[in-house]
């Protein structure tokens, strides 16, 4: 996906699906939307790739490609949505008792692991959206006692791993074929 009339970005700025969001909206609208919208950015600079280039390390030794970071926030999502702030024992997606990185080392380049990636981002995003629509209020507790948070300091923590890791695949996407984002 490249802008036509900026072909050096992935869309065009009037083409961008972004929305600045709710100005002077309530705490939960702005989270949200911050959190929507930045999730939203990791698709754009992840669209039009082929399993090849979303699977491409960013520098030896690191393990960090496009296709890790997918794999990693469907991880993240479902750490603090569903283990954390729901309490339910899943197993984690990609984290191993031998490989605490599952996550980024098996981001291989095949087509059926991105497919998988992707369907398990969109469940893990989906669930995370279902569970904070039923909570009361953003001061709701997680249910897992260990480590007692409220909803509030998720979404912010959320909005934190978003954008952090979307500066990653910046770079990332500049270095597989020179798009660069805005």
């Known amino acids: 996906?490249?802008?036509?009339?900026?072909?050096?970005?992935?869309?065009?700025?009037?083409?961008?699906?972004?929305?600045?969001?709710?100005?002077?909206?309530?705490?939960?609208?702005?989270?949200?939307?911050?959190?929507?919208?930045?999730?939203?950015?990791?698709?754009?600079?992840?669209?039009?790739?082929?399993?090849?280039?979303?699977?491409?390390?960013?520098?030896?030794?690191?393990?960090?490609?496009?296709?890790?970071?997918?794999?990693?926030?469907?991880?993240?999502?479902?750490?603090?949505?569903?283990?954390r702030m729901a309490g339910q024992d899943v197993p984690y997606l990609y984290r191993t008792a031998d490989d605490r990185d599952a996550d980024f080392d098996g981001a291989v380049a095949d087509d059926e692991v991105v497919a998988e990636a992707w369907a398990r981002w969109r469940e893990e995003v989906s669930n995370a959206d279902d569970f904070v629509a039923q909570a009361e209020s953003l001061d709701l507790v997680s249910a897992s006692p260990d480590e007692p948070i409220n909803l509030r300091e998720v979404l912010v923590h959320l909005i934190e791993e978003y954008a952090r890791h979307c500066g990653h695949a910046d770079l990332l996407r500049e270095c597989i074929d020179g798009a660069t984002g805005q």
Do not use: I
């Not at 969001?21 to 939960?28: M, N, Q, T």
């Not at 390390?57 to 490609?65: I, L």
């Open 1 to 83: 996906m490249a802008g036509t009339r900026y072909p050096d970005m992935w869309v065009d700025p009037e083409d961008d699906p972004r929305t600045q969001g709710a100005l002077l909206a309530d705490e939960r609208t702005t989270l949200l939307d911050y959190l929507a919208t930045y999730r939203l950015t990791l698709e754009l600079k992840c669209s039009g790739l082929t399993a090849a280039q979303l699977a491409t390390r960013s520098v030896p030794p690191s393990t960090m490609s496009l296709l890790g970071l997918v794999r990693h926030l469907a991880q993240v999502e479902q750490s603090w949505f569903r283990r």
